[in-house]
Nanobody, 115 residues
Framework: QVQLVESGGGLVQAGGSLRLSCAASGRVGSINFMGWYRQAPGKQRDMVAA???????NYADSVKGRFTISRDNAKNTVDLQMNSLKPEDTAVYYC?????????WGQGTQVTVSS
């Protein structure tokens, strides 16, 4: 089992920045994929950014150039730096990992961007 705890959400004005953090515990040695997803009201949960165990990254087109994902394998953490935030970025953000094939999810953290 892997447990995930997210932090860093909140309310920010458009154009502002937030940094989300996710700490993994438990059977962390089997984690390969780490990523962030988001779900806005009435919409499906979509991938925002992902990072593999070797550091390869992937971003949704809507956040490229604004968001940066990073991981610290020694601390078992994955962060999401969000810059130039837009109202359409408002959603609940979820941390997710695969260990190695089983997906685990955090409880979610609300990000609200006001216009």
């Amino acid at each position: 089992q892997v447990q995930l705890v997210e932090s860093g959400g909140g309310l920010v004005q458009a154009g502002g920045s937030l940094r989300l953090s996710c700490a993994a515990s438990g059977r962390v040695g089997s984690i390969n994929f780490m990523g962030w997803y988001r779900q806005a009201p009435g919409k499906q949960r979509d991938m925002v950014a992902a990072i593999s165990s070797n550091g390869a990254t992937n971003y949704a087109d809507s956040v490229k150039g604004r968001f940066t994902i990073s991981r610290d394998n020694a601390k078992n953490t994955v962060d999401l730096q969000m810059n130039s935030l837009k109202p359409e970025d408002t959603a609940v953000y979820y941390c997710s990992v695969r260990a190695p094939l089983i997906p685990y999810w955090g409880q979610g953290t609300q990000v609200t961007v006001s216009s």
